[in-house]
């Protein structure tokens, strides 16, 4: 009796322990019940259950939540070999240009064109632009008419168009004409890059100088950044030529363009000539863009030939 009025003060009912309602009772959702949202705050359709297999992207990736996205080829490799997509572009980076902020060296292979052996008969120049694996990640082709090649010479403007490996052109390299005496300040060679094609991000301007080859990068507003300085005698004789990168001070380097010896027959035969560029990893990726359109000048400029004659000359 005691219990009974202990359990009443409480709350208790008179039943110890309570009785509820066999579970077959239950008869759904209550009248005002809502069932929950089965999509995100301002998406249209539900949300897709993951099956099973599904390939997830990686986080970050422009595409997540859409079910699906796109399998790249890495550059160079072979057909089918699938790899993750390329991470969002740095911020003030050109479109087409994100690799380059990966990579902390580029090579540039020149190819070897029959027709001008054979004939001396000058064509358009080709290059292919591959990372420190071997991969191509760039190809290079010059746009100019044929006039234009065999009458001027090195000296002769020119554009050249880099494409990347879906052949999209992402950048454009422009080289006014410039006679070749450096006399006179308007002599001095320059020349031009975009990225993308249309928008300046950087020139290459000549130095004037009596005995070195000596050239400064600048940036799209046309201030100084770095300088590039080469060795007197510009010769390749079985050994690398090798153009200093410097800060504007020149007191530190900071990378180099190297023209590579190719082998005696491939360098007394044509002008197809092997570059390697080296710069620090956390450069603006417009420099390093600069860095590339000033190693297209120097090959130019000092291993370009003209039908059998070989412009080499020193600096000209």
């Avoid at 939540?65 to 993750?84: A, E, H, M, R, Y």
């Avoid at 290459?204 to 590039?228: A, G, I, M």
Wanted: hydrophobic fraction near 30%.
């Amino acid at each position: 009796m005691q219990k009974d009025t202990l359990q009443a003060e409480l709350g208790y009912p008179a039943v110890y322990p309570p009785q509820y309602p066999p579970a077959t009772a239950y008869t759904g959702p209550q009248a005002g019940y809502q069932r929950p949202q089965l999509t995100y705050p301002g998406s249209q359709s539900a949300y897709p259950e993951p099956q099973a297999g599904y390939p997830v992207p990686p986080g970050g990736y422009a595409g997540a939540g859409s079910g699906s996205f796109p399998v790249q080829i890495q550059p160079g490799g072979p057909t089918g070999t699938p790899w993750i997509p390329a991470p969002p572009p740095p911020v003030h980076c050109p479109p087409g240009l994100e690799y380059l902020t990966q990579i902390d060296q580029i090579l540039v292979h020149q190819q070897i064109e029959l027709l001008e052996v054979l004939t001396g008969f000058e064509t358009n120049n080709k290059y292919e632009i591959k990372n420190s694996l071997g991969q191509r990640i760039y190809f290079a082709v010059e746009d100019t008419d044929c006039c234009t090649r065999n009458c001027c010479g090195p000296f002769r403007p020119f554009t050249l168009r880099i494409l990347d490996n879906l052949g999209q052109e992402v950048m454009t390299l422009e080289r006014p004409l410039r006679c070749g005496s450096c006399c006179f300040p308007c002599c001095l060679q320059e020349i031009e890059i975009q990225a993308p094609p249309g928008v300046p991000v950087g020139y290459v301007t000549q130095t004037w100088h009596p005995c070195l080859p000596k050239f400064t990068l600048q940036n799209e507003k046309r201030e100084d950044v770095l300088k590039v300085g080469g060795p007197c005698v510009v010769c390749s004789c079985c050994s690398d030529v090798d153009f200093q990168i410097k800060s504007l001070d020149e007191e530190s380097i900071v990378g180099k363009i190297s023209k590579h010896w190719s082998g005696l027959v491939r360098e007394a035969f044509t002008d197809a000539d092997n570059f390697g560029i080296q710069f620090p990893l956390n450069l603006d990726v417009k420099m390093k863009a600069v860095m590339l359109g000033a190693c297209f000048l120097i090959d130019f400029m000092f291993f370009e030939r003209t039908g059998k004659q070989e412009e080499k000359s020193g600096v000209w």
